[in-house]
């Protein structure tokens, strides 16, 4: 028998709130998005409030992919401007093993130690090279930073 259940946005924001929790986001970022106020994003662990133009992209985006972003991440590289995009599916048969990732911590060849989730990323600087994948991040000062 096939799943018909249908995942309300409701749906996808508590689970946001589970992962923003995981992460050991401030409270106040926490607070913000479950209410359906404010996206955060970090640049550097520190937090800040979405701008007009991120706001556009995670809108875009969002729409685009019928999913829900609970956080971005602000960083600049040799590659570009990007907008890392965690984010909720609405395939709730996803959401354990999204949820494993942000749980279990994996350790790079240099003892580092960061969680593995699976992102969009947006490069503002060169749109061709946005695209799905698995990131590196770290909570950081209440936000979270980027390392690989």
Known sequence: MENTKTITREDMRAEGVKRMTLLNLHPQAVREFAKGE??????????????????EEVKAFEEKYNC??????????????????????????????????????????????????????INLSNPDFSEFGRVGIKPMFGGVIRIY
């Open 38 to 55: 404010k996206v955060n994003f970090s640049l550097s662990g520190i937090l800040y409030w979405l701008d007009e133009k991120m706001t």
């Open 68 to 121: 829900m972003v609970y956080h971005v991440i602000h960083s600049t590289t040799e590659i570009g401007e990007l907008l890392t995009l965690l984010y909720v599916s609405s395939n709730d048969e996803d959401w354990e093993d999204d949820r494993a990732d942000l749980k279990e911590a994996v350790e790079d060849y240099k003892g580092i130690k960061f969680y593995n989730p699976y992102a969009y990323v």
